[in-house]
């Protein structure tokens, strides 16, 4: 899986002086909403706290813009509150409270034997049969290292490596050649020949209004094309934007979605948060090396695992 382990850290104190002390709080009673516009030193100590719990890198200078927007909205989505990017009265108790912060650790994938899970609630099982105990369930877009390929009875399967032993998984679950997009963190990963092709940033479909669609999908090869100009239409039939690009790669054609570069797009825009206030339409946007590299390493058809 990408996210191998996760550590939890108990943040509740700071140790100053000598004294054990709280860590600031916004208004106690939570009493007034802070959205985009607002200013002042409630909003910096807003910035403050999701620096501390979602390691955003805001800037504190008390303005609440479109980048605290988009990490009170990520803060919202871990802690299961409607992610609408207002700081209301349950959003403000929840930073107010003595929270988890939670980092990943070995989120990096090497070289190597690695599948990735291509269905949804997969069961992993101690032995090479469906009758065997369950070890451990599987979500599609976890990705695995094997060991080896094992063929008995007509069926083959993958032997994984475990935490705690091995597991088995079949063949037909999993690919040894993809692009995993994973949404919540704006990550795509090429993996091909058992060799990590690229893993980079991107921005995917506007949250909430154009998101890009999760599930699996298959990128043919016989669709790749080069200066494609990409348009999309009013429900009147008239355009409602052309975008010229230089590498387009579809992998859900009846909706139009796929990898291109995206040049008018600044590399600052290239990180986890963009999506959730100036996303796609749908597709997913690359720096244009990263676009080119994808376009002429693609030579047969691969499989594309979207996750949120």
Not at 4 to 21: P, Y
Not at 26 to 43: E, F, H, Q, R
Not at 90 to 95: I, V
Request: proline share 1%; net charge negative.
């Amino acid at each position: 899986m990408i996210n191998l382990k996760r550590v939890l850290v108990v943040l509740i104190l700071f140790f100053v002086g000598g004294e054990f002390v709280v860590a600031e709080e916004m208004d106690v009673n939570c009493s007034s909403a802070l959205k985009k516009g607002s200013t002042g030193d409630s909003v910096e100590i807003l910035q403050k706290k999701l620096n501390e719990y979602m390691g955003c890198s805001l800037d504190v200078d008390g303005i609440f813009g479109n980048k605290t927007y988009a990490c009170v909205v990520k803060f919202q989505d871990r802690y299961n509150l409607n992610p609408d990017g207002i700081v209301g009265k349950k959003t403000c108790k929840k930073l107010n409270s003595n929270l988890e912060i939670i980092s990943d650790e070995n989120t990096s994938i090497s070289d190597g034997n690695y599948i990735v899970v291509t269905s949804d609630k997969v069961d992993i099982r101690k032995g090479i049969s469906k009758e065997t105990r369950v070890v451990e369930e599987a979500s599609m877009g976890d990705i695995y290292f094997y060991e080896k390929v094992v063929n008995i009875n007509g069926g083959s399967w993958y032997k994984l490596i475990l935490d705690d032993g091995y597991g088995y998984i079949s063949v037909g679950d999993a690919a040894k050649r993809f692009i995993l997009l994973d949404i919540s963190e704006q990550r795509l990963i090429y993996f091909k020949n058992k060799k990590v092709i690229l893993d980079t940033n991107v921005v995917t479909g506007l949250k909430g209004e154009n998101d890009t669609p999760v599930g699996h999908y298959t990128l043919y090869v016989s669709n790749k094309e080069l200066d494609r100009t990409l348009r999309g239409y009013n429900d009147d039939g008239s355009i409602d934007y052309e975008s010229p690009v230089d590498y387009w790669m579809p992998f859900i054609t009846s909706r139009g979605i796929g990898f291109h570069d995206a040049s008018w797009r600044s590399e600052d825009e290239f990180n986890d948060s963009t999506y959730i206030y100036n996303g796609s339409h749908g597709c997913v946007n690359m720096k244009h090396d990263d676009a080119k590299l994808l376009y002429n390493k693609l030579n047969k058809d691969t499989d594309v695992i979207v996750k949120e």
